[in-house]
């Protein structure tokens, strides 16, 4: 098994996951932004230029959350409900979470304080992705009241969304009236699976 990986990107959630399930993996690494990501051999691997990319065998999977669902599913069951299961709905909502209403407005953040040059940069831009990261973060800190993980026991879905989670603290989200996602993140870094990943 094969993972493309770059430091402080969503492949970290792989390698989070890969750790949390004990199966050996080799990694090809790459910085952000490394030319080699958008070169002809990775590009034949991963159109798109971005990681992460698992390799198993002859599958190849380019998109994190999709990613976790084929580990999960194949290699570790016991960390995905079943769909007879109290807590199936809330771990499919919260499976998705991440990519659906967390990660845009990351995204955008990133491209107005990180990526574009400083006189291309738009402070109105930026403020109002973060107002969205805030109201997504609110929905999930009502959501963990009295709960220690997103769907009660830890499962994929937490390597996806609480992830998430961690990088909009790290990026600077206002976390002063978020006690739930604090213990949260805190809960989820002290993993030693995660401790390996953001390592890595």
């Known amino acids: 098994m094969k993972v493309y990986f770059a430091?402080?990107?969503r492949a970290v959630r792989t390698v989070w996951l890969l750790e949390e399930i004990g199966l050996q993996y080799e990694l090809e690494r790459f910085t952000l932004g490394q030319k080699e990501m958008r070169g002809p051999d990775?590009?034949?691997?991963?159109?798109?230029?971005?990681?992460?990319?698992?390799?198993?065998?002859?599958?190849?999977?380019?998109?994190?959350?999709?990613i976790a669902q084929y580990l999960g599913a194949k290699y570790a069951p016991s960390l995905v409900p079943g769909p007879d299961a109290a807590n199936f709905a809330p771990?499919?909502?919260?499976?998705?979470?991440?990519?659906?209403?967390?990660?845009?407005?990351?995204?955008?953040?990133v491209v107005e304080t990180v990526l574009l040059p400083p006189e291309r940069r738009n402070p109105e831009l930026a403020?109002?992705?973060?107002?969205?990261?805030n109201k997504a973060l609110a929905a999930a800190e009502a959501h963990m009241e009295g709960r220690a993980y997103l769907a009660?026991?830890?499962?994929?879905?937490?390597?996806?969304?609480?992830?998430?989670?961690?990088v909009t603290?790290?990026?600077g989200a206002d976390f002063s009236a978020l006690?739930?996602?604090?213990?949260?993140?805190?809960?989820?870094?002290?993993?030693p699976a995660y401790k390996v990943?953001?390592?890595t």
């Open 127 to 133: 403020a109002r992705a973060m107002k969205l990261i």
């Open 152 to 166: 009660d026991d830890f499962t994929v879905a937490d390597t996806v969304t609480g992830h998430a989670v961690i």
């Open 169 to 171: 603290r790290r990026f």
């Open 91 to 109: 771990y499919l909502q919260w499976l998705q979470y991440a990519e659906g209403m967390i990660m845009p407005p990351v995204n955008n953040y």
């Open 7 to 9: 430091p402080r990107s």
């Open 179 to 191: 006690p739930n996602l604090s213990a949260y993140a805190d809960r989820l870094e002290a993993r």
């Open 42 to 66: 990775y590009t034949r691997i991963n159109p798109n230029g971005r990681v992460p990319t698992l390799i198993d065998g002859d599958i190849t999977i380019t998109e994190s959350t999709a």
């Open 197 to 199: 990943a953001a390592a």
